[in-house]
C-alpha cells in the first residue's frame, strides 16, 4: 500500500517568516500534486510536478520533487496570512488508480 | 471553463434518512472520484467512475453508493444516514485517470442530526 508521510502537521508561524512543508514516501509516484484548501471549501490545486529533481515556483511558493520520486518539499517565503490553510500533497501513478493523499499541514500565519 | 460544480453547498439530514449530491466535472473531464472529509481522518477515497462505470472503490460500506451519468455528471448517494456520516464530501475530476491531476468542486457541507 502506498502512503504519503506530510510533517509537520500544524505549523503556526508570524508573517514574515519562511517554511518548508515535506511529503515523504518509500514508493515512487509518476506524478504528485500540492493542493491549498480553506475551511468549509475544496481543495485548490497549486502545482503538479513529474520529473524526478523539478522545481517549480509559484510566486513565493517552491515545490520540489525528490530525483526518486518519492518525495516532495513546499517553501514558502515571507509567508503572510493569507497562506493560512491546509496544504495537502497527493501521489498518483497515471494507472487509472487512485490518488494517495498526505495527511495534511495546517499552516496559521499570524500577522 | 467552468470548474467542478457540486450541489448542493449545504445539507441537514436526519438520521435514517438518505441523501444524494451530485457533481458536474469540468467539461471533457471523464473521470470523477468521491471523498469524504473530516477532521480526524483527512480526505478519504470513496470512489471513481469513469465512463458510467465505478472504476475503482474505497473501503465504505454499502451504504455509500454513486452513479455517473452519458455527460459525466456523477452523483453520489447515501442511505440510511449515521450521525458519522456528517462530513465535507468532495468530487474531484480529472481528464482521463483519477491518479493523474485533480481538480476539486467546492464540496458539500452534510450534517446529520
Known amino acids: 500500500t502506498q502512503l504519503l508521510e506530510q510533517s509537520p502537521q500544524f505549523l503556526s508561524i508570524q508573517e514574515g517568516e519562511n517554511l518548508t512543508v515535506y511529503c515523504n514516501s518509500s514508493s515512487v509516484f509518476s506524478s504528485l500534486q500540492w493542493y491549498r484548501q480553506e475551511p468549509g471549501e475544496g481543495p485548490v490545486l497549486l502545482v503538479t510536478?513529474?520529473?524526478?529533481?523539478e522545481v517549480k515556483k509559484l510566486k513565493r511558493l517552491t515545490f520540489q520533487f525528490g530525483d526518486a520520486r518519492k518525495d516532495s518539499s513546499l517553501h514558502i517565503t515571507a509567508a503572510q496570512p493569507g497562506d493560512t490553510g491546509l496544504y495537502l500533497c497527493?501521489?498518483?501513478?497515471?494507472?487509472?488508480?487512485?490518488?494517495?493523499f498526505g495527511q495534511g499541514t495546517e499552516l496559521s500565519v499570524k500577522p | 471553463k467552468a470548474g467542478v460544480t457540486q450541489t448542493p453547498r449545504y445539507l441537514i439530514k436526519t438520521r435514517g434518512q438518505q441523501v444524494t449530491l451530485s457533481c458536474s466535472p469540468i467539461?471533457?473531464?471523464?473521470?470523477v472520484s468521491w471523498y469524504q472529509q473530516t477532521p480526524g481522518q483527512g480526505l478519504q477515497f470513496l470512489f471513481e467512475y469513469f465512463s458510467e462505470t465505478q472504476r475503482n472503490k474505497g473501503n465504505f460500506p454499502g451504504r455509500f453508493s454513486g452513479r455517473q451519468f452519458s455527460n459525466s455528471r456523477s452523483e453520489m448517494n447515501v442511505s440510511t444516514l449515521e450521525l458519522g456520516d456528517s462530513a465535507l464530501y468532495l468530487c474531484?475530476?480529472?481528464?482521463?485517470?483519477?491518479?493523474?491531476?485533480?481538480?476539486f468542486g467546492q464540496g458539500t457541507r452534510l450534517t446529520v442530526v
Open positions: 467539461s471533457g473531464h471523464r473521470s
Open positions: 510536478v513529474v520529473t524526478g529533481g
Open positions: 497527493a501521489g498518483g501513478n497515471n494507472q487509472g488508480g487512485k490518488l494517495i
Open positions: 474531484a475530476s480529472s481528464l482521463l485517470m483519477a491518479d493523474t491531476e485533480a481538480f
